[in-house]
């Protein structure tokens, strides 16, 4: 069966352009990640972004225990490194097997082939419905290269 149209403002909040980036934390001391889109910089001192996280993400439970967040930011062309990121792994596998990592001074696991990364401290969180925005304060990044980030519009801005 086909979807409907989806509405006006739907649509119209499709056209929000949002950059695609691996989330990362950690769960009993091993790296846990997901592909997150709803992320941005709200201020300058100290550097703080904001991410918004599905109520429903188990990883929302390891990013509040852990009280940290890495991003590592995909570049345009960075398809290949999003991939493991998206699909079922077989047992005793994860996403980054296989992928060039390198571990932040807090610990946290990030792709070394992503375009830059930025680890953060979650200084609060606040309530948005059926997402959690956490407030990271930036403390300490990397530029692994020059060039464009991915950018991701939706169709249809009430879902993914």
């Known amino acids: 069966m086909p979807r409907p149209e989806p509405t ?3 649509r119209a909040l499709g056209r929000v352009p949002s950059g ?15 592909v997150g889109s ?6 300058f001192e100290p550097p703080a972004l904001v991410l918004a996280v599905a109520r429903d993400r188990e990883q929302l439970a390891d ?3 852990t009280g940290r967040f890495a991003l590592s930011i995909l570049g345009a062309g ?6 493991p990121f998206l699909k079922r792994l077989p047992e005793g596998t994860g996403p980054f097997d296989g992928l060039t990592v390198a571990r932040t001074k807090s610990g946290l696991t990030v792709l070394e082939d992503a375009l830059a990364w930025i ?3 979650i200084a609060g969180e606040h309530d948005a419905g059926d997402h959690v925005v956490l407030f990271g304060v930036a403390e300490e990044a990397h530029l692994a290269r020059e060039g464009d980030p991915r950018i991701h519009l939706r169709k249809n801005g009430l879902g993914y």
């Open 63 to 65: 990013l509040r225990k």
């Open 8 to 10: 006006p403002l739907a």
């Open 119 to 121: 680890d953060c401290r």
């Open 78 to 83: 960075d398809q290949g490194l999003m991939s």
């Open 20 to 34: 695609v980036y691996i989330v990362s934390t950690l769960r009993e001391g091993a790296p846990v990640a997901f």
């Open 38 to 43: 709803f992320v941005q910089q709200v201020a």
